[in-house]
């Protein structure tokens, strides 16, 4: 099996490991009633999507 024949330097790591960041989850407010969820997605709080009620969401 093949064996690296030199030590990587840091600089190559850093290069390769350059794209493995997490990125920050996108959150839009809903229009309807203020509430954080992620865009192009159901409110998780009243249940609209584009001025239309998608869910019956239940109070308690």
């Known amino acids: 099996m093949p064996v690296p024949k030199k030590r990587t330097s840091r600089s190559k790591r850093g290069m390769r490991r350059s794209h493995d960041a997490l990125s920050v989850p996108a959150i ?5 009633c203020g509430a954080a969820k992620a865009p192009h997605r159901v409110c998780p ?4 999507f584009k001025g239309e009620e998608v869910i019956v969401v239940e109070e308690g």
């Open 45 to 48: 709080e009243c249940g609209m």
């Open 28 to 32: 839009s407010s809903c229009p309807e």
